[in-house]
């Protein structure tokens, strides 16, 4: 070895040191006091990991893995990483592309010939791996059944029995980006069919190939998992939260810190010791609409990073990356109070000594409101999430569906914070214009602007047309909809009765649900167009 690569890998050696030492001597205490905000010794845990410049420099347990038994939070503590699992699922397709045994731009129908075979679009297993398929998501599927996925027994063959019986998409494959965990639940019946094996079993030899002994994709729910950190919420006092479902590749991947430490490793270091530099580099790149392989993209302030949240019952997990700090932070809970990701982000300020405030928390300019009643009525972001402003007994009210309705305290003039949370500010603009609106500010998170929706008069709508009984095949799911009074009607699905609002005329919202009035050209009501988060254009017919 030369002297030139003697002293740098002293200077290495050294600067790697200082950087652990840094955390272990001079932030440790405060990381510490981070973490025990969200999880102490009488509560379920937390497992915190950071790695920097491939080594690790942070590494903390907190809390309990089983309250029954007392059993603390330690390194061989088992988690379940919920959606943080879709990256190995990506990585597994990869390493079948490197091997040349499949293609991203298959037809995933090649593998899969009984799933729509109606329609006529290629839907590619890239699709699939950045969410642009267009496939609904079977939880959103069987929620509109009529069905609480986890307290079912379902497995993947119930899933690709719900997916075979669908005939549309959410919209034209390529065209667009929605979540669906249906995507990487087909992505595994895809990997079976090509290997010949289990997906489990091809992703336990891959985990041992990666050194992750410990990592594994739970396809039996009954199964032993040896140090499994059991999942709670907090519903007046510490409860089980119940886990009888065996769906699989879109998430349930049980796994300790140690395991994903050295993922981080493994990604940061890019040697070739474990897999080809060209698959880590390929699974770290963005494929479209800021999703990649099971990880997601996007900048704050001046950095660069990616990184994917995981919520399964009371199970959180959250990692983040940053390439060009060469740092990965992870954090794993069996805690269902746990905001994961927001704690990452704690733990990623204090480390690189970043402002916690990275948006705007208030606005730069508040407009003259003289009366409340200018900005009452519905607002609609680009997502279609509506939040009702309304009065009552002189103030300002937030109502959201699902949501408990919240008091809207008056700063100054048009500026509002909520009464539960008065670091979230909302603050109404174009007052008394066509284009109305108002912002959420909250520095922890990008403003986020809905706009009202144009006021209609309903006194003349006929609302008993909208009345009748409602059927859609591809779920086996009966509506029926019974006008009551003024603007709201009842809903019946699957034998349980709803209110639901007319918004517009041909336009109701029920809980999460937005329901499209569809008429033939004469103008009779022929059929329904439900939407619903991660399924859209689910048709109804009239019956």
């Known amino acids: 070895m030369t002297i030139h690569k003697v002293l740098l890998a002293i200077l290495l050696l050294a600067t790697a040191k200082m950087f652990s030492q840094s955390i272990g001597e001079v932030k440790k205490e405060a990381l510490s006091q981070i973490l025990y905000q969200h999880a102490n010794d009488d509560s379920p845990g937390l497992a915190v990991g950071v790695v920097k410049n491939s080594e690790i420099a942070y590494e903390n347990y907190v809390g ?17 990483i919920a959606s943080n699992a879709k990256q190995f699922t990506a990585l597994c397709v990869l390493k079948l592309v490197e091997e040349g045994k499949i293609r991203l731009e298959d037809d995933i129908r090649k593998y899969l010939p009984d799933l729509y075979k109606n329609i006529e679009d290629s839907i590619t297993i890239s699709d699939l791996i950045a969410h642009t398929s267009g496939i609904r998501d079977v939880y959103e599927l069987w929620a509109l059944k009529g069905k609480t996925w ?38 595994t019946e895809i990997i079976k069919k090509v290997t010949g094996e ?19 994709f739970l396809t039996n729910y009954m199964a032993v998992i040896p140090n499994k950190a059991q999942p709670y919420g907090n519903w007046n006092g510490w409860k089980e939260y119940p886990a009888i479902t065996e769906l699989h590749g879109d998430g349930a991947l049980y796994t300790t810190l140690a395991d994903q430490l050295k993922w ?114 519905n607002y609609q972001n680009e997502d279609g ?72 008069d309903l006194r003349s709508f006929d609302k008993n047309a909208l ?55 004469q103008g009779n009501v022929v059929g329904l167009n439900v939407n619903n988060g991660r399924v859209q254009n689910v048709l109804f017919t009239k019956t």
């Open 64 to 80: 309990f893995a089983n309250l029954e038994h007392k059993i603390k939070v330690a390194k061989d503590t088992r988690f379940n």
């Open 150 to 187: 986890w307290q079912l027994f379902i497995d993947n063959g119930d899933a690709m029995e719900l997916l075979t019986s669908q005939t549309a998409l959410n919209f034209k494959p390529g065209t667009e980006y929605l979540y669906s965990n249906s995507n990487y639940i087909l992505l």
């Open 198 to 216: 289990k997906f489990s079993d091809v992703t336990k030899s891959m985990f041992q190939e990666l050194g992750m002994p410990n990592s594994g």
């Open 264 to 377: 981080e490793q493994i990604v940061q270091r890019n040697d070739g010791s474990y897999y080809s530099s060209k698959l880590i580099d390929q699974s770290q790149t963005l494929i479209a609409n800021a999703y990649g392989y099971g990880l997601m993209f996007d900048s704050s302030a001046d950095l660069d990073y990616t990184y994917h949240d995981g919520n399964t019952g009371a199970y959180n997990a959250t990692f983040l990356r940053f390439p060009s700090e060469k740092m990965s932070v992870v954090v794993m809970s069996n805690n269902g109070s746990v905001p994961t990701n927001y704690l990452a982000w704690q733990i990623t300020n204090l480390i690189l000594e970043k402002d916690d405030a990275v948006y705007p928390g208030t606005p730069d300019i508040i407009e003259k409101l003289k009366r409340i009643e200018n900005v009452l009525g």
């Open 385 to 456: 999430t509506i939040i009702k402003i309304m009065e009552k007994d002189g103030s300002l009210y937030r109502e959201l569906y699902q949501r408990d309705p919240v008091k809207l305290i008056q700063e100054k003039e048009g500026l509002f914070q909520y009464e539960t949370f008065q670091d979230l500010k909302m603050n109404f603009t174009n007052i008394g214009e066509s284009k109305q609106q108002f912002t959420l500010y909250l520095s922890s998170q990008k403003p986020s602007t809905y706009y009202k929706i144009g006021d209609s």
């Open 467 to 521: 009345n009748g009984s409602f059927y859609n095949d591809e779920t086996d799911t009966k509506v029926s909809i019974k006008f009551m009074n003024d603007t709201t009607y009842f809903v019946t699905k699957n034998g349980k009765e709803r209110k639901a609002e007319l918004i517009l005329e041909d336009y109701l919202r029920m809980n999460s649900y937005e329901i499209k009035i569809i008429r033939d050209a």
